[in-house]
Structures are given as structure tokens and as C-alpha cells.
């Protein structure tokens, strides 16, 4: 029996759950504020895995591509995330070092969209930061050849079974191609769904004298 993807779509709902309100007159002037108070609320919220990103990056034809990662922080040098730089996205970003950041957070109806230059931090920042994170976390850094076409499952077994074993032996060990990015974002979008779809955006723009904000249509 197919499903009916149709029927299935149609019968689910969007902003049915018990939203929060956002008035953006009381928002903080500097974007990083309000993201850390969204994203801690998000926490109290239950909302699953509040830590993943929408990261969008563009082709060396200018043809844009996405995925899922980790966020790693945010503060004064940006929003970091991590990967393998020879990694199809790693490539990317080292080609056109620009990128977009979207997070969502359906508990609340929430969205934050971030766009702005990316830089690569250096070898022994982004190597501290994996050996901070879990054996699995480097156990995967380690299993290596990311975005490569991969022969077969056995293969990647055996291969990761090699990269938990010598994670486990050795917490410190060296992933030269693992590297941590910082996204300096130019405009910061926080998005506040509303019941009756009057969703409330409220837009960070950097300009040399500061953050300007804006409200924007929904
Ligand atoms: C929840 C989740 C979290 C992920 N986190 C990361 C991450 O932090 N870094 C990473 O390189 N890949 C992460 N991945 C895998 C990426 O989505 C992607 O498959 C991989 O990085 C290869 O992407 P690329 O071919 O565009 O380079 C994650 C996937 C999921 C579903």
C-alpha cells in the first residue's frame, strides 16, 4: 500500500502549539543577546536538538546546497560550526568563504536566520574544540574521506571501528583536516510565529555605526 502524501500533509498543522509572544520594542540592540535568551528558551521549552543548523553554502557554479550541523557556539567571533575542510561543504566554504545559518524551534514557533563571511579558525583552536566533545564526535572525525563516494558499508565499518578503537586510546588525537568555522553574520533574522499568522520578524543588519533593526513583513 503507497502512503498519500497528500492526505498525510493536509492533515498536518503548523503553529498549533502554545506560542510565545515576542515584542521586538523590547528586543536588546545586538543580535547575540537575543539569540542566547531564544536559544536558552528553547532548552526550557524541550525543544529537541535546538543545537542543529540548516547550513547553506553555494557551489563553484554559485548553485546553492544544504545541511545539517552542529552549532559550537556563538559569541563576539561569530556562530561556529564544525567539519573536514576537504568535505564537499569544507571545499565550498574555502572557495566562497559566505555562508547562511537557519535554526528552527517548532516548540515555540521560532526561527533564526543568519547570513555573513565565514572564516576558519586556527588548527589548534579547531583541534581543542573536537577533543572537547564526546569519543563518538572524534570517533567520526577520525573515520575521515567525508562527502567521498564510499564502496560499501563493510568498508565503512571497518573503517570506523579503527576510529573508535584508536578515538577511545587516544583522546587527543590529531583530525588535520577537522576545522571550526566562525560565521561573522551581516544580518541576523529572528522570527516569532503567530497564531493568526501574524508572525512578527524582526531583522539585525550590521552597518558601520552599529546593528540597525528592522521589522519585515511576514
Ligand atoms: C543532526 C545532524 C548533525 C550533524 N552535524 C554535523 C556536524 O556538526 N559536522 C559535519 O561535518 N556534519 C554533520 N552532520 C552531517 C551533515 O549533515 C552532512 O551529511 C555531512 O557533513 C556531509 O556534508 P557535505 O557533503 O555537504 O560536506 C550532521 C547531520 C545531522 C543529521
Given at each position: 500500500?503507497?502512503?498519500?502524501?497528500?492526505?498525510?500533509?493536509?492533515?498536518?498543522?503548523?503553529?498549533?502549539?502554545?506560542?510565545?509572544?515576542?515584542?521586538?520594542?523590547?528586543?536588546?540592540?545586538?543580535?547575540?543577546?537575543?539569540?542566547?535568551?531564544w536559544f536558552a528558551q528553547a532548552v526550557a521549552a524541550g525543544q529537541?536538538e535546538p543545537h542543529?543548523?540548516?547550513?547553506?553554502?553555494?557551489?563553484?557554479?554559485?548553485?546553492?546546497?544544504?545541511?545539517?550541523?552542529?552549532?559550537?557556539?556563538?559569541?563576539?567571533?561569530?556562530?561556529?560550526?564544525?567539519?573536514?575542510?576537504?568535505?564537499?561543504?569544507?571545499?565550498?566554504?574555502?572557495?566562497?568563504?559566505?555562508?547562511?545559518?537557519?535554526?528552527?524551534w517548532?516548540a515555540?514557533?521560532?526561527?533564526?536566520?543568519?547570513?555573513?563571511?565565514?572564516?576558519?579558525?586556527?588548527?589548534?583552536?579547531?583541534?581543542?574544540?573536537?577533543?572537547?566533545?564526546?569519543?563518538?564526535?572524534?570517533?567520526?572525525?577520525?573515520?575521515?574521506?567525508?562527502?567521498?563516494?564510499?564502496?560499501?558499508?563493510?568498508?565503512?565499518?571497518?573503517?570506523?571501528?579503527?576510529?573508535?578503537?584508536?578515538?577511545?586510546?587516544?583522546?587527543?588525537?590529531?583530525?588535520?583536516?577537522?576545522?571550526?568555522?566562525?560565521?561573522?553574520?551581516?544580518?541576523?533574522?529572528?522570527?516569532?510565529?503567530?497564531?493568526?499568522?501574524?508572525?512578527?520578524?524582526?531583522?539585525?543588519?550590521?552597518?558601520?555605526?552599529?546593528?540597525?533593526?528592522?521589522?519585515?513583513?511576514?
Amino acid at each position: 500500500m503507497g502512503t498519500d502524501l497528500h492526505e498525510l500533509l493536509r492533515s498536518l498543522r503548523v503553529w498549533d502549539v502554545d506560542l510565545p509572544s515576542f515584542d521586538p520594542a523590547t528586543a536588546p540592540a545586538e543580535p547575540l543577546a537575543l539569540f542566547t535568551a531564544w536559544f536558552a528558551q528553547a532548552v526550557a521549552a524541550g525543544q529537541v536538538e535546538p543545537h542543529t543548523i540548516s547550513l547553506a553554502t553555494t557551489d563553484e557554479e554559485g548553485l546553492p546546497d544544504v545541511r545539517t550541523v552542529m552549532l559550537h557556539g556563538a559569541d563576539a567571533s561569530g556562530w561556529s560550526f564544525a567539519t573536514h575542510i576537504d568535505s564537499r561543504k569544507g571545499r565550498q566554504l574555502t572557495a566562497r568563504p559566505y555562508a547562511a545559518l537557519g535554526f528552527y524551534w517548532p516548540a515555540q514557533g521560532r526561527q533564526v536566520r543568519l547570513r555573513g563571511p565565514v572564516t576558519n579558525a586556527p588548527s589548534a583552536e579547531s583541534q581543542a574544540d573536537l577533543h572537547a566533545r564526546s569519543t563518538g564526535a572524534l570517533a567520526a572525525a577520525l573515520t575521515g574521506r567525508q562527502s567521498q563516494v564510499l564502496g560499501s558499508l563493510e568498508e565503512l565499518a571497518h573503517t570506523s571501528e579503527a576510529a573508535w578503537e584508536r578515538a577511545l586510546r587516544e583522546p587527543e588525537a590529531p583530525v588535520p583536516t577537522w576545522t571550526l568555522y566562525h560565521l561573522r553574520p551581516q544580518t541576523v533574522e529572528f522570527f516569532q510565529g503567530e497564531a493568526r499568522r501574524r508572525h512578527v520578524r524582526l531583522n539585525y543588519r550590521r552597518t558601520e555605526e552599529g546593528w540597525a533593526k528592522e521589522l519585515l513583513w511576514p
